[in-house]
């Protein structure tokens, strides 16, 4: 998968605060409407994908990553790719995690809200 710059960036500053030890325990006030971001499932299959519903190239990852910081505290993203469009209209992202436990852990992402608000 080719990231733009601004794409990359994002990765690894996103990447960054998902191992930060200078985390607030609670999320501030603004970032409580994020919820309203995520539909689908647990993220453990493209079938039960997470869906981000935020439109944008660098909201959504921030979403994907915001996620995943919150469901899997402490872990560290691994690698990322983007799925080619699937005949019934939808695109993936896959994010292999190494979590906390130390298991690798691949999440996946329903991100067609991404391309079609662009």
């Known amino acids: 998968m080719r990231l733009s710059v601004a794409s990359a960036l994002t990765v690894l500053v996103i990447s ?6 200078a985390a607030p325990a609670t999320a501030p006030a603004a970032a409580k409407p994020q919820q309203s971001r995520y539909g689908g499932g647990d993220g453990l299959s493209k079938q039960t994908a997470v869906v981000i519903r935020a439109g944008g190239e660098a ?5 994907e990553y915001a996620w995943i910081k919150e469901h899997y505290p402490g872990s560290t993203p691994i690698s990322q790719a983007l799925t080619p469009w699937d005949p019934d209209g939808k695109r993936y992202e896959r994010i292999t995690i190494h979590a906390s436990s130390g298991d690798s852990v691949v999440l996946w992402f329903e991100i067609s809200a ?3 608000q662009q």
């Open 114 to 116: 991404r391309f079609k």
């Open 59 to 63: 909201s959504a990852t921030q979403a």
């Open 16 to 21: 960054a605060s998902l191992t930060s030890a």
